[in-house]
């Protein structure tokens, strides 16, 4: 299945037309019937658009790998790297953060706090904040 199709399927799903499904993206019924018909390629940004608004998953609408909806966590994932705007390398690291154990985590909080206080974009947390 092609990705124009995937969108289509999407569309349908939801139940909306050429013209709705446009609206709530801010583009016209045509470049959205273009993008189904793949005559005008799935742009980053668009893929992404798409993703936010109809909670569904990027890797799926690229590529049609995994499930169409999203679960819980790649929600918070995908609202993460869209509200900080990060690259593929955030993303990566964001995922491979989490599945980390807690002293994993915490050796690799302080070597970035460590790292940040070398280039001074950081500050020393008050010793009273550890208490909160």
Known sequence: MSTGSRVRVLRKERGL???????????????ISKIERDEN???????RLISRE????ERWLRTGEGEMEEDGKD???????????????GKIFIEEYVKLDP??????????????????RAQMPDENDNKR
């Not at 929600?75 to 390398?89: G, M, Q």
Request: hydrophobic residues 50%; proline residues 0%; without cysteine.
């Open 103 to 120: 002293a994993d985590r915490a050796a690799l909080g302080a070597y970035l706090r460590a790292l940040s206080l070398a280039y001074g």
């Open 75 to 89: 929600r918070v994932i995908r609202d993460l790297v869209l509200a900080y705007d990060l690259d593929d390398n």
């Open 41 to 47: 390629a799935l742009t980053d940004t668009m893929a």
């Open 17 to 31: 037309t050429l013209e709705r499904f446009g609206q709530i993206l801010g583009v016209s019924k045509t470049a």
């Open 54 to 57: 109809f909670s569904v998953s």
